[in-house]
């Protein structure tokens, strides 16, 4: 089965490879020394701070085995080239049509979305909305709280 291809920008390329080297290299080393610690204290049948360091252990080499798979199979996307049709690495603003509020969104790959930063999935509802469709364009998209209805106001 093939991996899946992890698209990134080039500042979420940089987080994911930051993220990986301090994973590998200080966090290793605090929960190894956690362990030690708590092998030091003895018996490690009933040591709360020894199952905590490993389980924190476990954690930690399952995360740097995605890290390293998801930079494995990315493929960092472009800056934005500022066409009149949002792709990849836009940031889109949208006005809800039904309540008249603005909002401006960055569509991003799914490694990297975060909505509390207004960072959107091109698999999102949204995201997948709005990908390939013109300034002033009016949509409907299906999401778990009803439809929302958005119109596309500007493309940057």
Known sequence: MAEKEVILTLEGLKKLEE????????????VAGRIKQAIDFGDISENSEYDDAKNDQAFIE????????M?????VIDEYEGTDIVALGAKVRLKDMDFGDEEEYFIVGSAEADPGTNK?????PVGKAVLGLAKG????????????????????
Do not use: C, D, F, M
Request: without cysteine.
């Open 71 to 75: 930079l494995r199979n990315a493929r």
């Open 62 to 69: 399952g995360r740097i085995i995605t890290l390293e798979k």
């Open 120 to 124: 959107i999935s091109n698999e999102s």
């Open 19 to 30: 993220e990986l080297e301090l994973s590998k290299t200080v966090k290793r080393r605090e």
């Open 137 to 156: 364009a009016v949509i409907e998209v299906n999401v778990p709280a009803g439809i929302l209805h958005y119109q596309i106001l500007n493309i940057k």
